[in-house]
């Protein structure tokens, strides 16, 4: 028997735990004969579904208090529990060139942290995310929820929605809903460069892309003769962000680049 029944959820950790075991068997039937990595395994319903089908778990756990119930359990002898924030823990303490997917209910603050991280490490998953956040994931140009999360997302992975689960199926209820996506890495990660440039141009969807430009001046580190002079030559300068494709904003963003590298010319 398991003793997280006196246990009360941290909310600086933004811990909801699913009690849905129906969910957790469809988020693990995609971890048949692989190594999983679990972020966040909290009271180990996802965990004890993972090890049943998985060829090895390695559970990621920052609250100490839960890794310790989880290791005193031994659910598995195929799981590996580590204490650590996962933002801290290196690739070499989870054996990353062996994990073959991510399958998680991850804490909702990190949503965007670990999305960060897939991309970078061109790295599957499947993850129980909140609803808003995923109709943010896959909005489309000009409508209400397009942003950078649509942009980076729509270049680097292609997104399948699994099932959605009822704010029910966690304790405590949190407000929202959720889904269970499927993510699978499409290209190699953007540049560091390229994915600052875009996200300052969706900083200011809502304007033309020169004026975008002009107005991200401090962060490209010119005057506004230079960024205006930039915004001149840009692809798409007199259409609004908001209605240009992601492949069009990396397209400007490519471009930028490209004019902000060339060496000026001494007068």
């Not at 992975?157 to 890495?185: E, L, N, Q």
């Not at 002009?214 to 930039?230: H, M, N, T, V, Y």
């Not at 798409?236 to 400007?252: A, G, N, W």
Request: proline fraction near 4%.
């Amino acid at each position: 028997m398991n003793d997280f029944s006196g246990m009360r959820s941290r909310r600086s950790l933004g811990q909801v735990f699913l009690v849905n075991d129906k969910v957790a068997s469809i988020e693990a039937a995609h971890a048949t004969g692989k190594t999983v990595l679990e972020i966040g395994p909290g009271q180990g319903i996802l965990t004890r579904a993972l090890c049943s089908e998985a060829k090895k778990v390695i559970a990621v756990e920052k609250d100490f208090s839960l890794y310790t119930i989880l290791k005193h359990e031994r659910i598995a002898k195929n799981l590996v529990l580590i204490n650590k924030d996962f933002l801290d823990i290196t690739d070499s303490e989870i054996g990353l060139g062996k994990i073959d997917i991510v399958i998680s209910n991850i804490p909702y603050y990190l949503s965007s942290s670990v999305i960060g991280w897939l991309a970078e490490k061109n790295m599957q998953a499947v993850l129980c995310l909140q609803k808003e956040f995923v109709e943010h994931m896959l909005a489309e140009p000009d409508t209400p929820s397009y942003s950078k999360l649509s942009v980076f997302t729509s270049l680097l992975f292609r997104v399948t929605k699994i099932i959605s689960v009822p704010k029910g199926s966690f304790r405590p209820i949190p407000k929202v809903d959720s889904v269970v996506i499927y993510m699978k890495p499409t290209r190699k990660p953007l540049g560091k460069e390229e994915s600052r440039l875009m996200g300052l141009i969706m900083q200011h969807k809502k304007k033309t892309v020169r004026n975008a430009i002009i107005d991200s001046r401090a962060q490209l580190g010119i005057d506004k003769e230079a960024a205006s002079a930039l915004a001149d030559k840009a692809p798409y300068s007199d259409q609004r962000v908001f209605k240009l494709t992601p492949d069009r904003i990396l397209e400007i963003a490519d471009g930028l680049r490209a004019m902000m590298s060339r060496p000026r010319r001494s007068t």
